[in-house]
């Protein structure tokens, strides 16, 4: 009964001393304390798991030079402490000098030791370490110690894991504070970005807007223009020179070319660029309805498929193609043209190459004196002009009357 009450009483000390541990300053000082208080050894060693290193860690290291200490810690797990750890079982050498089994071989010691006790440290069913004791006194340790120590062990081992996770939660926590922290940063930043983007997308519109305006105001100035131009020639009160009512003609029709442009924009709102192909077809139309030629003598070899240029160089690029559809309409047929009459364009762009707009004719030759760089018809100097500020080149296969404009995007063709 007395036997029993001290181990009770002796079980609540230890209760008490370990139950309020939370770190493992406490936990080792904790240890020591009880320790002495069971059972009074020279030498003591806890040895526990380390999950970062991946093997054990010696603390409580009584009775050890510093330089033992080291040695024990790097071969604990080759040795009883290892032993022990791995298959959780209590080893008890109660006289070193009569153990037939050598159980008791070990790394030496300043100290002469005659009995050993093992025991493992868990946490409920899991090895956490070893805890180890050696007396220079044989059978030094009765039952009582042996079930007070692992009661300790056992219960050293569940604070030592809970001193773990403890550490880990503050980890976790701060690296949740952490990213709770940047979260509210990034969403910061996200609201200013959006509030920036909001501001750009409300400025951008008010100037698409702008310029859709522009490009109509545009329009509709030239169109008063050709208007203008079109009563002046048809005031009959007027005694007009025909040659002036061809030279007006034709700048009407330019005006109209470059007005279009501006139509072919406000429809698409694409301020930046045009479809060449869309606007290629549009010139044709403008320039049969101006000459009343009937718009199925005109042929198209292209794809129905956009081919985008910067506005200015799809200015250049139809005013070219108007007055080399002009031209073929009133120096390669006859007035009246028929089926068989045929004006073709093609637009061919390949990979890496530029651009080029082809524009033949089925109708009378060129005059065997006809050179296209020495020709300095007004129509032609035009066309010369507007090439040089595409950076392009325009050709002419004469026999076929084939002329070839090619330019690129970007930079000279």
Request: aromatic share 8%; net charge negative.
């Amino acid at each position: 009964m007395a036997r029993d009450l001290e181990i009770i009483t002796n079980i609540d000390d230890i209760s008490k001393q370990l139950g309020n541990v939370t770190d493992m300053q406490g936990l080792t000082s904790s240890i020591e304390k009880i320790i002495d208080s069971i059972v009074v050894v020279p030498y003591t060693g806890l040895y526990l798991f380390d999950p970062v290193s991946k093997g054990l860690k010696l603390y409580c290291a009584k009775g050890f030079t510093k330089e033992e200490q080291k040695e024990a810690e790097r071969t604990a797990m080759e040795r009883h402490p290892g032993e022990v750890f791995m298959n959780q079982k209590t080893l008890i050498i109660d006289d070193v000098e009569s153990d037939c089994l050598k159980q008791s071989l070990s790394s030496e010691r300043s100290f002469r030791v005659r009995s050993r006790l093992w025991l493992p440290v868990k946490s409920i069913d899991e090895s956490v370490g070893a805890f180890g004791l050696a007396s220079s006194e044989k059978n030094a340790f009765s039952d009582l110690h042996v079930a007070l120590l692992s009661f300790t062990c056992n219960l050293a081992g569940v604070v030592y894991k809970n001193i773990i996770y403890a550490g880990e939660k503050r980890i976790f926590e701060k690296q949740i504070s952490s990213f709770k922290t940047e979260r509210t940063h990034l969403e910061e930043e996200i609201e200013q970005i959006k509030s920036k983007q909001q501001n750009l997308q409300r400025t951008l519109s008010e100037r698409e807007l702008l310029i859709k305006e522009i490009h109509h105001r545009v329009k509709n100035n030239m169109q008063v223009i050709t208007s203008l131009i079109n009563l002046r020639l048809n005031d009959r009160n007027t005694d007009v020179h025909p040659e002036y009512n061809y030279y007006m003609t034709d700048l009407m029709n330019k005006i109209r070319t470059m007005a279009l442009i501006h139509e072919v924009v406000d429809e698409s709102n694409d301020f930046s660029r045009i479809d060449i192909v869309k606007y290629t077809q549009r010139i044709a139309e403008l320039a049969c309805q101006a000459y009343g030629i009937d718009i199925n003598n005109v042929q198209y070899k292209f794809k129905d498929k956009p081919l985008y240029v910067d506005l200015e160089k799809g200015i250049s690029c139809g005013l070219i193609l108007h007055e080399l559809i002009t031209n073929a309409i009133k120096h390669g047929f006859d007035e009246n043209l028929d089926e068989n009459n045929l004006i073709s364009i093609g637009i061919v762009k390949r990979k890496n190459k530029p651009i080029e707009l082809v524009i033949e004719d089925n109708g009378k030759p060129f005059k065997e004196d006809f050179d296209l760089e020495k020709s300095n018809s007004f129509g032609m100097s035009i066309i010369g002009t507007l090439v040089e500020q595409l950076d392009g080149s325009l050709s002419l296969e004469k026999a076929k009357k084939r002329y070839s404009l090619k330019f690129n995007l970007n930079g000279k063709a």
